[in-house]
């Protein structure tokens, strides 16, 4: 990489992650992109560009679907109307607000806050990782280590990990839609399936996991074939429907816990699991 484009790359990653700081430090008001734009001393269309190139979606779907995601989180948490949660989230009226709301959830905000138990982090904050020596800017979707303290009370036990079958397959196939359904119905399925003290998050792009608290296999393997029962089914989206099936292992957690050792796990299990498509354990 020229010092020219080594340059004009560490520029737009700043200009990304003060746009990202800009978007959640206001996810409460009426988050206006030309109000972002301004933070970053970049134009209006330059900023969309670089937030698509990094995030392979665009800024006005990240700041709904963020919006929405702490709405629920809301709405789970704590004693408040529909309404309330809408002015909350600078939505105006109770009606825009549950037509966007079913959109990302798939159920409207009254039946959610009745329903919906487990984790509300569907759409969790971007984290962006510079890696200079690779001139690498990564967009993680999720960080683990938020969870930290509470997955070393939880030694000996297992954590379930989930990924959807193809499903960039079907975003390039059936479109970003189709692909966020399937991604709703899996959280949907993982999340029906865990019991009342489980948590149960998005990781990130396919990737979901359900913290058990069970060190008993076979409580763990009957929480999995729950979710994996459900394999084939389809939703619906606007262009039709679209069949939706996951991938399960099992990993537990150690008395010395380590996150490297946690996330290598992980992915050490997937890949198992994607492999002779059964329930792993590691």
Not at 31 to 58: G, N, P
Not at 144 to 163: H, M, P
Not at 165 to 181: P, R, T, Y
Request: proline share 2%; glycine share 6%; with cysteine.
């Amino acid at each position: 990489m020229t010092a020219e484009s080594k340059e004009s790359f560490e520029h737009g990653f700043t200009t990304f992650v003060t746009a990202l700081d800009y978007i959640e430090s206001h996810l409460c008001e009426d988050i206006s992109q030309e109000d972002i734009a301004a933070a970053c001393f970049v134009s209006l269309s330059s900023l969309q560009k670089m937030w698509r190139y990094c995030t392979h979606f665009s800024l006005k779907d990240y700041i709904s679907k963020r919006k929405l995601t702490l709405a629920g989180r809301l709405l789970q948490s704590e004693e408040v109307s529909v309404l309330d949660a809408a002015m909350r989230f600078g939505y105006n009226s109770h009606e825009v607000f549950t037509r966007a709301f079913k959109k990302v959830w798939g159920i409207s905000p009254s039946k959610f806050k009745k329903q919906w138990k487990g984790d509300c982090g569907l759409y969790p904050p971007l984290n962006p990782e510079y890696i200079e020596r690779n001139d690498l800017m990564r967009v993680k979707k999720y960080d683990i280590s938020e969870f930290y303290d509470y997955l070393r009370t939880q030694t000996g036990t297992f954590v379930l990990c989930f990924d959807i079958q193809n499903l960039m397959v079907i975003n390039h196939d059936l479109g970003s839609e189709a692909g966020d359904k399937a991604i709703l119905e899996a959280f949907r399925r993982i999340n029906e399936a865990a019991e009342d003290n489980m948590i149960c998050l998005r990781l990130g792009g396919d990737e979901f996991a359900m913290i058990t608290e069970s060190s008993d296999p076979d409580v763990v393997t009957v929480l999995a074939e729950k979710v994996l029962s459900q394999n084939g089914a389809e939703v619906p989206y606007s262009g039709g429907k679209v069949s939706v099936s996951v991938r399960c292992g099992a990993i537990r957690i150690g008395e010395h816990l380590k996150y490297s050792v946690l996330c290598n796990d992980f992915n050490a299990v997937m890949e198992k699991a994607r492999t002779t498509g059964k329930i792993e354990f590691i």
